[in-house]
């Protein structure tokens, strides 16, 4: 269900099909994230979820994969 929602924000946020997002996409490399767009996504995450991403926490998130371990261990 984590999984599922991720890739949906994903998706919306990069524009880019469902089916293209696994648990290994690179959120920087596949998707082309900067550092902005990655300031978007852990609001957008962290609105969905109704958590806290701290700062040091999104240095450690580089696969899509990494959000939905930090959401499951933070929900």
Do not use: R
């Amino acid at each position: 269900m984590v999984l599922e929602k991720v890739i949906s924000i994903l998706s919306d946020q990069f524009d880019v099909d469902e089916t293209t997002i696994t648990p290994d996409t690179l959120i920087a490399d596949d998707l082309g994230a900067d550092s902005l767009d990655v300031v978007d996504l852990v609001m957008s995450i962290e609105d969905e979820f109704e958590i806290e991403v701290p700062d040091e926490a999104i240095e450690g998130i580089k696969t899509v994969n990494d959000i939905v371990k930090f959401v499951e261990d933070h929900t």
